[in-house]
T-cell receptor, first 112, second 114 residues
Framework: GDSVTQMEGPVTLSEEAFLTINCTYTATGYPSLFWYVQYPGEGLQLLLKATKADDKGSNKGFEATYRKETTSFHLEKGSVQVSDSAVYFCALRPSGYSTLTFGKGTMLLVSP | DTEVTQTPKHLVMGMTNKKSLKCEQHMGHRAMYWYKQKAKKPPELMFVYSYEKLSINESVPSRFSPECPNSSLLNLHLHALQPEDSALYLC?????????????FGPGTRLLVL
């Protein structure tokens, strides 16, 4: 079945450091890919998405590129802030299906 | 506007109580979802409604009873819950059930069952 694998956390960075959170997936066909962020005590917010190969999603300085050849959708940000501290979930939605498959989530902790 | 609202924000209930969670969206979305999220875990799908009809029930115990009175509103009725049901309950909506549609989540209701 479909699955999403994210790097284990927590990821601990200093402010202004470069961020990469790895995400790889297993799915048939052409799924859509998403990154959601969950701040402490809150629900999930859509961060960015990509619906086809080579698409780049971007928002708030974060970006991720849909790489079908490596089945990856890694999240990157050039300079993190303390306010980026949160849990990040990579997810896929199979083509023609309604359900999301989530990765286990990666906690990001940014210190001043 | 991509807002999904949920009430209440917090809920404490005993195992014999009956309570309801409410979710609302005004984006014209025709698919709505209930998820359960335990601490440090990803959300787990419970129910999916499409055009006000139950489309998916992920083998959820009958003590959870969903209801979709209209296209903007989704309820989750709770009865005789167990302490292990304590969790964050998230509602989401999307334009429809087609592949690629983005799900937008509400802030959740944090439920504690005593």
């Amino acid at each position: 079945g479909d699955s999403v694998t994210q790097m284990e956390g927590p990821v601990t960075l200093s402010e202004e450091a470069f961020l990469t959170i790895n995400c790889t997936y297993t799915a048939t066909g052409y799924p859509s890919l998403f990154w959601y962020v969950q701040y402490p005590g809150e629900g999930l917010q859509l961060l960015l998405k990509a619906t086809k190969a080579d698409d780049k999603g971007s928002n708030k300085g974060f970006e991720a590129t849909y790489r079908k050849e490596t089945t990856s959708f890694h999240l990157e940000k050039g300079s993190v802030q303390v306010s980026d501290s949160a849990v990040y979930f990579c997810a896929l939605r199979p083509s023609g299906y309604s359900t999301l498959t989530f990765g286990k989530g990666t906690m990001l902790l940014v210190s001043p | 506007d991509t807002e999904v609202t949920q009430t209440p924000k917090h809920l404490v209930m005993g195992m014999t109580n009956k309570k309801s969670l409410k979710c609302e969206q005004h984006m014209g979305h025709r698919a709505m979802y209930w998820y359960k999220q335990k601490a440090k875990k990803p959300p787990e799908l419970m129910f999916v409604y499409s055009y006000e009809k139950l489309s998916i029930n992920e083998s959820v115990p009958s003590r959870f009873s969903p209801e979709c009175p209209n296209s903007s509103l989704l309820n989750l009725h709770l009865h005789a819950l167990q302490p292990e049901d304590s969790a964050l309950y998230l509602c989401a909506s999307s334009q429809d059930l087609g592949g690629g549609e983005t799900q937008y989540f509400g802030p959740g209701t944090r439920l504690l069952v005593l």
